[in-house]
């Protein structure tokens, strides 16, 4: 039986008097590349903020690999194993390509100020890994984000280079868990296809489990083991694509008690 | 036919030229100024720090001049404050109004344990790290509370925690733990500590006064902490502070504990201010409270430096502190600031305006100007013009002719004060011919009030230029704070 | 216990609160449009007090005034009033407009310098010793008479005048922000700028009338302050400015009645700091109060925490 990754039990989170999210329950197993759709304002973005620790639940339970993350600070749960991009970019721009993603490292590494200015054997052989471990997860895209771009400061990035640096940087934490929060909003039709692609080659030659919140139809069938559809912060529907896509619930959550009615 | 690779002309298959050149598009200066920019960009920056050392070095052997020297003393003091404080605020982006507590802090301390004060004169080499060790845990302790603030709020708990400790010691000749003991003496309250011990190492004592040897001692602890910052840039709590910087949620997701970082980056600036303290305390042999606070104008000035030099940048840190405190070391002696004064308002015009028929104008306009007023003025009212010019010599009797020096010049030099700075801000106003044909009684009127009030009162005018450096350099330059404007490519 | 000392320290409390409240509601007005501290806020009290010592002057000075207490304070007010307004908005037009999308740190180190400036200037103009409102001269019942309370404590008609002063300030500052449409706009604009350009607010004028009414109440304090307390300085807005500053704060800044409410709290904390302990302690107090209120309630006692949208 695999193993339920990621878990989450009952949550709830409100902000003021507007409930977010309600009574969620949703799981990820090891190895899935699972969606979440639903219309804007559905609570999508919340969910990725509740499990990386950005905001805490109210109510309810969220477990990975068997242990809770409720009370874990935000760069604890992504040590634990669990990466995330942002729907607004989030990069650091003044740094170089590699910088970034080198920087992400930082989490599963440890020479200290003291080691780094005495510049130990052993600091300097593990800024060589951090090098070498940016180097190849930057090679996952293709010669795109190789070569002279390593020292190319961020901002000099295409918007779609952008989006393949974030997450670049996100697998450089060596998770197990990968959150994408629309990885391909404002893509090009060429460029989408590649990122469904690609995210299916992170989870068969990177591992990882995948978490993704798409509006992009196509992608979603394309790359799903499984969609799960929120509306309201409320799990409207969950199974395979073809199950969720035509469920009355979800046409009418995207489009409208009419076309809900004349499905 | 092949393509050579060594041809620079040549197609690079596989490179996007628009991003290869992406260097090209940076915002530059034209002009003599870009040329040396972009030479001096060229340099790598190690070269430009030793440069620096060797040059810092050889300086006390070329002048005997004991002013020179304690000039340069203190501009390597606010080296160090501008090295600590980049860590704070230009490594983590923590705004640290209170940061010159900490140099005080650490100067009291010195100056408490080595020192007739207390009958303790422990070793040199014994209480530098203790007081730097207690100055990095008060950093921590003031940092602690403040660690999920945003930056506005840490600025205001850390001013007035400056403020607070300047009050505290200014007061500290009769302080009772809350009136259950008796009150004791602790700080000597405003006449601080004097006769404080000079540095002794292994029997070799500094001599009182000799700042030349503080000078070195000053020097080699700057260059190690310049070492040491250039060797953590390149690593990897380098890149996390960074990445602080940059976007602290994004760092925070990506691995990094912000809020540790944070402290500790608060903690090294305190430290660093912590070591220039004891030098401070020691060179100077006394210690007190009100060089401390706000008004003295010690965090403001080295405000301007970080941001002059660019926070974030180590060469900034060196240019910066080099720039600003010799300016104000000119500014302090009336004679030469008045040269310097007229020398920098040339080379702004010279600088901005254009073309140089225009240029020409405004200069023969204003000194035309001058001439006319002061023929008027002195045929009307004599008393106006037999004033004293603050300098001598040639410029001073030139200046005699043109500018108006009344004899009893303070209420009128203060009423012009106020015409200038609503004048010049008018200036900013107008634009074109307008613009330029304004600027000749403005400089005009920039000269009279320079002469007669601000040249006079060395002391203010120097706090007044900073305020003044502060406002027009973050204008300017709003990305300001890290050096180099970005053209986007969206 | 000794109630003439509670009772004292209870009057100077309040009306050296009231002074910070006035301050404080300039500060949170500001913040609340621009996320700016207005560091130099403080300096435009110092100006205001430095303006109703002059109009003092023009009127015969303190021994020898030419018009009525009452007709002299109304001119102080105004002129104050009317002159640190102007100088609000003047900071604001040159040394803040530039910076509004500037990364944040921008403005508040352009404050900073601002603040400096304007501090060195007054220095340099009207020189750096202190000087005095001298309002025991006035020869006027406002300037020695007080009301006396229980326990043989008094009240002076200045501090009385000071209370009420500021009772009516922001009385009609809260006023003005429910009822005009101008006010409407303020509060609009402070909750969500691009919103409110979008709905037709013009966002620039609402700055400027933020900054002229915030500043035109700064410099009513230093007014206020001067008749009782006599004292104006070059530096006397550094000072009172910070402790307005964390009124301002630990009310909850962006919030009007927190202000007022930041003001009183701190203004009693001093007082009876100063009292019971020491002057010395009485700073050591209030920076207490402001890292309880920061690790407690993060935005203020009457504050509301601000979502930061991920």
């Known amino acids: ?263 | 036919m092949a393509t050579d690779p060594t041809d620079p002309n040549a197609p690079r298959v596989g490179v996007d030229e628009w991003v290869a050149s992406h260097e090209q598009r940076r915002v530059r200066r034209t002009g003599l100024l870009g040329v040396v920019e972009r030479e001096l960009e060229r340099v790598p920056s190690p070269a430009f720090y030793l440069a620096f050392g060797v040059a810092a070095a050889i300086l006390p052997a070329l002048t005997s001049n004991g002013y020179v020297i304690k000039v340069g003393l203190d501009t390597l003091l606010y080296m160090l404050l501008a090295l600590g404080l980049n860590i704070t605020v230009g490594y983590a982006g923590l705004l640290d109004l209170g940061y010159v507590a900490f140099y005080g802090f650490a100067a009291y301390g010195y100056a408490m344990l080595a020192s007739p004060k207390f009958g303790l004169h422990w070793a040199t080499v014994g209480v530098i790290p203790l007081v730097v060790l207690a100055t990095v845990i008060l950093g921590f302790l003031v940092a602690l509370p403040s660690r999920r603030l945003v930056g506005d709020y840490l600025a205001i708990v850390t001013l007035f925690f400056g403020e607070l400790f300047a009050t505290v010691y200014q007061n500290g000749e009769h302080m009772s733990l809350l009136g259950f003991t008796k009150a004791k003496d602790v700080t000597g309250g405003p006449n601080g500590i004097p006769n404080i011990d000079q540095f002794h190492v292994f029997g070799a004592r500094i001599g009182t006064l000799n700042y030349t040897a503080y000078y070195y001692v000053a020097l080699i602890f700057f260059m190690v902490l310049l070492l040491a910052m250039y060797l953590v840039d390149r690593s990897r709590t380098g890149r996390a502070w960074k990445s602080l910087r940059e976007d602290p949620l994004a760092a925070e997701l990506m691995g990094i504990p912000v809020n540790r970082l944070k402290l500790v980056a608060f903690a090294c600036g305190a430290g660093i201010a912590g070591l220039a303290g004891t030098v401070f305390a020691a060179a100077n042999t006394a210690v007190f409270a009100s060089e401390f606070d706000f008004t003295s104008g010690l965090l403001i000035i080295v405000y301007a430096m970080l941001i002059l030099g660019g926070a974030g940048s180590l060469g900034g840190v060196i240019l910066g502190a080099l720039v600003v405190n010799v300016s104000l070391e000119v500014l302090r002696t009336p004679g030469h600031a008045t040269w310097v004064f007229y020398v920098l308002i040339a080379g702004t015009l010279v600088a901005r305006v254009r073309p140089w028929r225009w240029l020409a104008l405004v200069i023969a306009g204003t000194a035309g100007f001058g001439f006319v007023v002061h023929a008027i003025v002195s045929a009307a009212w004599p008393r106006g013009v037999h004033g004293q010019a603050p300098v001598g010599g040639v410029l001073g009797s030139g200046l005699g002719h043109w500018v108006i020096l009344p004899s009893n010049p303070m209420t009128i030099g203060n009423v012009a004060f106020v015409f200038l700075v609503l004048a010049v801000l008018a200036l900013t106003l107008l634009r074109g011919w307008a613009q330029r044909l304004a600027m000749i009684p403005t400089l005009y009127l920039a000269a009279f009030v320079w002469e007669n009030r601000l040249a006079v009162e060395p002391s203010v005018t120097r706090l007044i230029l900073v305020g003044v450096i502060l406002i027009v350099l973050m204008n300017a330059r709003p990305q300001g704070l890290l050096g180099t404007s970005r053209v986007e490519i969206v | 216990m000794n109630w003439n000392l509670f009772l004292t320290e209870l009057v100077a409390g309040i009306s050296h609160g009231s002074v910070y409240a006035l301050i404080a509601l300039g500060y949170s007005m500001v913040y609340g449009i621009l996320k700016l501290l207005n560091f130099a806020h403080g300096d435009v009290y110092m100006v205001g007090s430095f303006i109703g010592f002059g109009i003092i002057g023009v009127f015969g000075g303190a021994t020898n005034l030419s018009v009525s207490v009452w007709v002299l304070l109304f001119l102080m007010l105004l002129g104050a009033m009317l002159g640190g307004g102007l100088l609000g908005v003047m900071i604001e037009r040159f040394a803040y407009r530039r910076l509004r999308n500037a990364p944040r740190i921008a403005p508040l180190i352009t404050a900073l310098g601002v603040s400096f400036f304007l501090e060195n200037a007054a220095q340099l103009v009207l020189g750096a010793q202190y000087q005095s409102y001298n309002s025991f001269s006035w020869k006027s019942p406002i300037a020695l008479d007080h009301f006396t309370l229980p326990a043989h404590a008094v009240i002076s008609y200045a501090e009385v005048i000071i209370i009420v002063g500021t009772i009516v300030l922001v009385v009609g500052l809260t006023l003005f922000v429910q009822r005009t449409q101008l006010g409407k706009a303020m509060r609009a604009t402070s909750f969500d700028r691009e919103a409110a350009a979008m709905m037709g607010i013009d966002v620039d004028n609402v700055i400027v009338a933020t900054f002229f009414i915030g500043s035109a109440l700064a410099g009513a304090a230093g007014v206020l302050n001067g008749i009782e307390y006599q004292q104006v300085w070059p530096y006397m807005g550094f000072t009172a400015g910070l402790y307005a500053f964390i009124a301002a704060v630990v009310g909850g800044i962006g919030n009007l009645p927190g202000a007022v409410l930041g003001g009183l709290t701190i203004g009693l904390a001093q007082a009876f700091s100063i009292g019971y302990i020491s002057s010395t302690f009485s700073d050591a107090v209030v920076f207490a109060i402001l890292i309880a209120v920061m690790i407690v309630r993060p935005s203020g006692l009457l504050g509301r925490a601000a979502v930061q949208k991920v």
């Open chain 1, 1 to 263: 039986m695999t193993e339920k990754l990621l878990d989450l039990r009952g949550v709830s989170k409100s902000f003021g008097g507007l409930r977010v999210i309600s009574q969620l329950d949703l799981h990820v197993d090891e190895g899935e590349i699972v969606s979440v759709i639903g219309p804007n304002g559905a609570g999508k973005t919340t969910l990725f903020n509740l499990v990386t620790g950005v905001y805490a639940p109210d109510e309810g339970d969220i477990v990975f690999e068997g242990g809770t993350l409720l009370g874990l600070d935000p760069h604890e749960i992504t040590t634990r194993g669990i990466a995330r991009t942002f729907q607004t970019l989030r990069l650091f721009l003044n740094m170089t390509v590699k910088e970034n993603v080198m920087a992400a490292a930082y989490g599963h590494t440890r020479a200290g100020i003291l080691r780094s200015v005495l510049r130990t054997p052993g600091m300097r052989r593990e800024e060589q890994a951090i090098a070498q471990l940016a180097e190849q997860r930057l090679s996952f895209f293709g010669q795109r984000l190789m070569g002279y771009r390593w020292d190319q400061p961020a901002f000099s990035l295409s918007y779609a280079n952008r989006r393949r640096l974030e997450i670049a940087r996100a697998t450089a934490t060596n998770p197990r868990l990968l959150l994408l929060d629309e990885p391909a909003a404002g893509m090009n039709p060429v460029e989408t296809h590649e990122i469904a692609e690609l995210i299916g080659r992170l989870r068969d030659e990177g591992g990882y489990t995948i978490l993704v919140i798409e509006h992009d139809m196509h992608v979603v069938e394309g790359i799903s083991d499984r969609v799960v559809a929120l509306d309201h912060g409320v799990k409207i529907a969950e199974g395979s694509f073809e199950r969720v896509a035509t469920d009355p619930r979800v046409v009418e959550a995207y489009l409208g008690t009419k076309a809900a009615a004349s499905k």
